[in-house]
């Protein structure tokens, strides 16, 4: 067989027909995969919700809250409190935390979404059980959520303060969006 | 003050080469010699910024409204093929010396990965800079981050090819001959960017 | 079998890494570990096998002109496609992947097999090509990989072997140039000897 001659008919019409039927194998794709991705959207978020609340039956609810000029996306698990995520700079870039703050207004517990710290030494943020362990139960009424170098309340990452500082923060934005949704008496949905 | 922070992140940071990995292939293939070297840069500088721009607004405009998002990549790579094409056409027509220095590496960019790279960093990454609230890039910030990427591929592709003049003259085992001891210089420069890292 | 070089040709003689050189760029970026890079190759592998398949099915019918669009078009489906069933059905190997997918589009090896081999071959050649260079460049970044990891993190496929942390170097980037030159100089070895 004989490659089809270089007319601009031929070129035309091949061109099209590629596109179309690549197009049409992709939107075939995007039916079919769309549901598993939303369910495997939905699965991490709730299982990163389970993680840093109390257990509860009820269903969490979406919204969102400006404070600071910074807007926030939150989950409000009725009689367990709210699941916030905040995201502030690490040392490598951008570190995305989900914090659970009870209903009390104490920290439940933190888990890290996304980061890109250092291999071996901010990244420690995600396992070192000696620091995550210092957010549970955290009540920002009684101690200070920054890190003692600042005056603060809590043990830095040998070596990593810059992550520290990062994580702190970003659980004591957590903690004033907590509040601010407090005040507001309801939320915006 | 955050152009000037984008800036130095993409030049020293986050360089496109030596701290993501984007580009390698041309950037292997062409720096044995100092002046192809600059030429490539040359040509890179342009279609990234220009890639960028493009697809960025098409991103905007089109495929966000009409919730085609997961296209990206498919129209992406269509758009940067035909606007090197494009660009070559316009340069042989207007300006002849230009594509005298600039005109074999076209070709050439379509696959490089840098351009595809940026074009979908800007689209998809948050950034933050200098304790700002984390946003996605506005298009004066895409540009700003697109050309001073470049200027860092540039960056690390002269001061690269400058070293590889001088290895070629040094007597370099056999089995190191080639690209072996230019990944491992490479790699020692990449670790001197390190020292850059934690600075935005 | 006579077809069976096809496969091993990959492997060894054209092995996409370490002879070829092409795709540089996931190499480096993606073999922070041996399971990343073990990933890696096979997202590009499925690309491959497909993409050759597809384009020596193609390859007769389509003007000589217009052919590279054709196959950057081609590919880009098998591209997005995989997108698509990682987010769906792999969703952590997606997020440590990255960009680096959508990048398959532009990785040197699957272009350069389309237009080298799948344009001038059968479809079931072509499919064994495919599965040959698809292992070839798996087998690589997995090995990469796991140098990476043992010197990095101290640990091989993720389990542990030591307490504490490897040479960091390792894992961040100038440890991927480093590794993949001391490794290639060990190719250049074995093949001088053959």
Redesign the interface.
Known sequence: ???????LK??VL??TL??LI?AA??GV??AV?KE??DA??QA?TTASIARVLPESDATPQEGSVRVG??DYKYYKVDGAGYAIIS???G??G?LSLMVGVAEDGTVHNTTVL?HSE????GAKCTTDGNFISQFQGFNPAEKTLAVKKDGGDLDAITAST?TSRAYALAVSNAVDVFHQLKQGGQDDE | MEYFLIIISAIFVNNILLAQFLGICPFLGVSGKLSTATGMSGAVCFVITLATVVTYLLNQYLLVPLGLTFLQTISFILVIAALVQMVEIILKKISPSLYQALGIFLPLITTNCAVLGVAITVVTKDFSFGGAAPHMLNLGQATVYAVATSLGYGLAMILFAGLREHLAGCDVPKAFKGLPIALITVGIMALAFLGFSGIV | MSKWHFVTDGFVKNNPTFVLVLGMCPTLATTTSAINGLEMGLATMFVLILSNIVISLIAPKVPDKVRIPVYITVIATFVTVLQLLMQAYTPAAYETLGLFIPLIVVNCIVLGRAEGFANKHGVGESALDGIGVGLGFTASLTVIGLVREILGSGSAFGWKFISGDGILAFVMAPGAFLVLGFLMVLFNKYLAKK
């Open positions: 067989m004989m490659a089809a001659a270089s007319t031929n070129m091949c061109l590629v596109c690549c194998v992709v794709a995007y995969t598993p991705i495997a959207a991490k000029g910074t995201t502030t700079s040392f490598g951008l996304s250092t291999p071996g030494l810059i």
